[in-house]
T-cell receptor, first 115, second 113 residues
Framework: AQTVTQSQPEMSVQEAETVTLSCTYD???????LFWYKQPPSRQMILVIR??????QNATENRFSVNFQKAAKSFSLKISDSQLGDAAMYFC????????????FGGGTRLMVKP | DADVTQTPRNRITKTGKRIMLECSQT?????MYWYRQDPGLGLRLIYY???????NKGEISDGYSVSRQAQAKFSLSLESAIPNQTALYFC????????????FGPGTRLLVL
C-alpha cells in the first residue's frame, strides 16, 4: 500500500517570504498523480496544485510550485511571496493511476504566516 | 452556489444513535467519496461509489454504511454512533477520467458524546 509522509507538523513564514513544505511517499508504481490541498480555518479542502508522475516538468500555479523528484519519491511545495491568506493546513496526497482513483493523504502541515 | 454541499455542517449526537450525513453535487460527476479526517492523520477513505449501482469499501468502512440515491446524492450513515467516530467528514466527487481531480465539500463536524 502507498504511504504519504509529511514530516513537518508545523511551519511558519514571514509575510512576503518563501517557504517550502516537504512530502515524501512510498510506492512501487511508476504512473501516479500527486496533489497538494489547502485547508483554511473554514475547513474547505482546496486543490492547490497537481503533478502527473510521467511529466518531468514541475507544476506551477501562480505563487505555488512543486519540486517533484521521482527517484527520491519527494514532492515538496514552494510558496513564494507568502500572504496572510496562505495560513492553513496543507495536505499532500497520492493517487495511483489505476487503483480506483482513491487518494492517500499525508498527515498535514500547519503553515503560519507572520505579518 | 457550491458545487458540492454537505448537510449538516455540524452535529452533536449521543452514543448509540443513528446518524445520516448527506452529500449533494451539481458538478455532474459520476464518482463520489466519503472521507473522515482526524487530527494528525490526514483524510482516510470510508466508502466510494463510481456510479449509482457501484459501492465500494474504503480503508476504514467498519461502523459505516452508504447509500447512492442518485448520481448527485451520496449519504453516509452511522448505524450506532460511538465516541471514536467523532471526526470531520468530507464528501468528494470526481469526473472519472484517468487524470481526474477530486473536489471536496465543506465538511461535517460530528461529535459523538
Amino acid at each position: 500500500a502507498q504511504t504519504v509522509t509529511q514530516s513537518q507538523p508545523e511551519m511558519s513564514v514571514q509575510e512576503a517570504e518563501t517557504v517550502t513544505l516537504s512530502c515524501t511517499y512510498d510506492t512501487s508504481e511508476s504512473d501516479y498523480y500527486l496533489f497538494w490541498y489547502k485547508q483554511p480555518p473554514s475547513r474547505q479542502m482546496i486543490l492547490v496544485i497537481r503533478q502527473e508522475a510521467y511529466k518531468q516538468q514541475n507544476a506551477t500555479e501562480n505563487r505555488f510550485s512543486v519540486n517533484f523528484q521521482k527517484a527520491a519519491k519527494s514532492f515538496s511545495l514552494k510558496i513564494s511571496d507568502s500572504q496572510l491568506g496562505d495560513a492553513a493546513m496543507y495536505f499532500c496526497a497520492y493517487r495511483s493511476h489505476n487503483a480506483g482513483n482513491m487518494l492517500t493523504f499525508g498527515g498535514g502541515t500547519r503553515l503560519m504566516v507572520k505579518p | 452556489d457550491a458545487d458540492v454541499t454537505q448537510t449538516p455542517r455540524n452535529r452533536i449526537t449521543k452514543t448509540g444513535k443513528r446518524i445520516m450525513l448527506e452529500c449533494s453535487q451539481t458538478k455532474g460527476h459520476d464518482r463520489m467519496y466519503w472521507y473522515r479526517q482526524d487530527p494528525g492523520l490526514g483524510l482516510r477513505l470510508i466508502y466510494y461509489s463510481f456510479d449509482v449501482k457501484d459501492i465500494n469499501k474504503g480503508e476504514i468502512s467498519d461502523g459505516y454504511s452508504v447509500s447512492r440515491q442518485a448520481q448527485a446524492k451520496f449519504s453516509l450513515s452511522l448505524e450506532s454512533a460511538i465516541p471514536n467516530q467523532t471526526a470531520l467528514y468530507f464528501c468528494a466527487t470526481s469526473e472519472g477520467s484517468s487524470e481526474e481531480t477530486q473536489y471536496f465539500g465543506p465538511g461535517t463536524r460530528l461529535l459523538v458524546l
